[in-house]
């Protein structure tokens, strides 16, 4: 099932539904940090997740872009002539590269890893054109540094909920912005999104953000 989420509320209606026919897309993804995002660049787009296989080995940057893609393509598949942006984001820290956690203790794992160090965040990002069927995958690249941890503060964490579904078992938007002490590169890559790379992508082809 797909959701449209209508962002534009400015102008004549003849100008909001001009608007919204030139600016809609397939968001190809259920994450609610993207969706918050991509309204933030005032889109209006429809939520259509992916259901593709996301076990894949290989280099970060390599493993988002090619999941990013596979995504993408698999909405597309569905619906013919769209616009899809499919994303997907990992966290690499000390040689690891981290998904979401599977369970509290691998929570756990993953902050005393990140604990007092730096972790870079990967999100590849793909656009398929509707209109010529170009398919423009990218990457972008954030360093994240963390204050040290103590495994109390991480448990308390952990029991907030907050760290199960996310990569690297942090959300730097939410309560897991206490353990992030500098950024060096787009927050909004950490979130799950980098919109400033989005909207390079969309205006290449021919969008007018």
Not at 66 to 80: C, G, I, M, Q, T
Not at 119 to 127: E, F, K, Q
Not at 171 to 185: D, L, P, R, T, Y
Request: charge should be negative; proline fraction near 4%; glycine fraction near 10%.
């Amino acid at each position: 099932i797909c959701a449209i989420i209508c962002c534009a509320s400015f102008g004549t209606d003849a100008e909001k539904e001009s608007f919204a026919m030139q600016n809609s897309l397939i968001l190809a993804s259920g994450s609610p940090r993207r969706r918050e995002l991509l309204s933030l660049m005032g889109i209006t787009y429809q939520i259509c997740p992916a259901d593709v296989d996301e076990h894949m080995t290989g280099a970060p940057d390599e493993v988002v872009m090619a999941l990013s893609r596979r995504k993408a393509l698999a909405v597309a598949e569905r619906h013919s002539g769209c616009t899809v942006l499919g994303a997907d984001t990992l966290v690499a820290c000390r040689g690891e590269i981290m998904g979401k956690p599977q369970d509290q203790q691998d929570a756990m794992r993953m902050l005393m890893l990140l604990s007092g160090g730096e972790n870079n965040v990967y999100t590849g990002v793909t656009v398929i054109d509707g209109k010529t069927g170009r398919v423009d995958t990218r990457c972008d690249q954030t360093r994240v540094h963390f204050v040290p941890i103590t495994p109390e503060a991480a448990q308390r964490y952990i029991d907030s909920g907050e760290p199960m579904d996310k990569a690297g078992a942090y959300g730097a938007q939410g309560m897991g912005g206490m353990f992030v002490s500098a950024i060096e590169g787009s927050p909004s890559n950490v979130i799950g999104l980098p919109i400033h790379l989005v909207r390079q992508m969309l205006m290449e082809i021919g969008w007018q953000l």
